[in-house]
């Protein structure tokens, strides 16, 4: 036994000399394999006890963007509030609020191309003094919006408040962050889940990423696994690649629904978001009916809190670029007969007619300008895409004020 543990000691020690005198090379001759990743310090966001993730404030990023969309960097900030910008300040003048994902963040536009810097310089030059406050966070939900407007509303007393939907993944949102549920009645309510620390933003997890994130061997191995992916997809058909994505679209619908339905816990990660396949495939499926509810529920709450506080409720609508641009609608009528582009927004259309909501369908206006020039690379609105929204949204507001039904 004696031998058997010294051997195993000798082997141990003589494998962590390989390791490091590997390092040691890479670091020295390869240099590039050093790992990119975030670190504890980098992340720009926080767990936070009600809705799961919130930015941190006072943080100060630099986003570096796809070579695709020209490359670059763009700096962007937070204020004390956790917002995009600079601080608030006191309330002079109109005061607009935008909740919504990474579109309304932004993190890839410079902060004068966001669609709420837009939109307050449009509005700004019928209004003097206008503000307008971008409360997006990446990865958020409506369901998140909600409690956000909830907990901001007095330190911030909007005039109009603006929930952005993604008609992308903004339903499966409501169903995978588990901090909603519809009732027995078909009335919204809070779950009796916990609001635990997500997976990204494990304490324990970061340290042991930041470790490996140091190891230039970490980043050799990865950049293996790539050449190997980058080599299989290479092998693959135009076809093939496409049944791989919608097949991973099917699962990640399934599973959350599944979770839902059987009522489990969260899952998935806040920062997973993907495209509402069981939408867009059937509308009427069982799963499709069910986010669909959660929407309008969700939204119904928001318009009754802002209705309660005397201030103006509107939604803007995106579209999803997979149904807007390239090939992909093809794609996807040839695999689900029953899809059509429209399937993710006509819900909401239906929701705001019934419901008599300001909202803005912004598949309406990119319609005509279909094209590419509307997204980025990573299917984010580009800079035209906001400017159009910011067009459509200060027409609407501008028209509200002169109606006189906006604010106490």
């Known amino acids: 036994m004696k031998k058997f543990f010294k051997d195993a000691l000798i082997i141990i020690a003589i494998t962590l000399v390989m390791l490091a005198l590997i390092e040691l090379a890479l670091r020295i001759f390869f240099p590039q394999f050093k790992h990119v990743g975030h670190t504890i310090t980098s992340l720009a966001f926080e767990y936070n006890q009600d809705y799961l993730v919130a930015l941190k404030p006072n943080i100060e990023k630099v986003f570096v963007r796809d070579a695709r969309d020209g490359g670059g960097t763009v700096s962007w900030k937070t204020n004390s509030l956790g917002f995009r910008g600079d601080e608030i300040g006191e309330k002079n003048a109109l005061r607009v ?44 939900g409506p369901d998140q919006s909600l409690l956000r407007l909830r ?12 929930f952005h939907i993604y008609a992308d993944n903004d339903y499966g949102d409501i169903i995978k962050n588990r901090l909603f549920e519809l009732s027995a009645q ?11 620390v997500d997976s990204k933003l494990d304490p324990v997890k970061l340290a042991f990423n930041n470790l490996l994130n140091q190891l230039y061997l970490y980043g050799a191995l990865n950049s293996l696994l790539a050449d190997i992916n980058v080599s299989r997809e290479s092998k693959l058909s135009d076809a093939e690649i496409t049944e791989d994505i919608l097949n991973e679209l099917e699962r990640n ?7 839902y339905k059987q009522g489990k816990p969260r899952e998935f990660s806040h920062f997973k978001d993907f495209y509402d396949i069981d939408i867009a495939a059937n509308p009427d499926s069982e799963s499709a009916r069910l986010k669909i509810a959660l929407m309008e529920k969700v939204l119904l709450a928001a318009k009754q809190f802002c209705t309660e506080k005397e201030v103006a409720f509107m939604v803007v609508v995106q579209p999803s670029k997979l149904d807007m ?17 429209e399937n993710l927004t006509r819900p909401l259309k239906e929701i705001c007619v019934r419901n008599h909501l300001d909202c803005i369908h912004l598949i309406d206006s990119f319609h005509p300008n279909q094209s590419g020039s509307l997204y980025i690379a990573d299917g984010h609105w580009s800079a035209k895409g906001q400017r159009i929204a910011a067009e459509e949204t200060a027409r609407k507001i501008l028209l509200l004020m002169q109606s006189g039904n906006h604010v106490k």
């Open 97 to 140: 609020i935008v909740y919504g994902d990474s579109n309304v963040h932004a993190r890839f536009s410079p902060e004068p191309e966001t669609y709420p810097a837009v939109l307050q310089q449009l509005i700004g030059k019928q209004i003097k003094g206008v503000q307008v406050i971008n409360a997006g966070m990446t990865g958020s």
């Open 253 to 259: 619908a399934t599973r959350a629904y599944t979770v």
């Open 186 to 196: 078909g009335e919204l309510v809070k779950t009796s889940f916990p609001v635990t």
């Open 325 to 341: 641009v390239a090939d992909w609608p093809e794609k996807l009528v040839r695999r689900y007969p029953k899809y059509q582009p």
């Open 151 to 162: 907990e901001h509303f007095v330190k911030v007393r909007p005039d109009v408040v603006i």
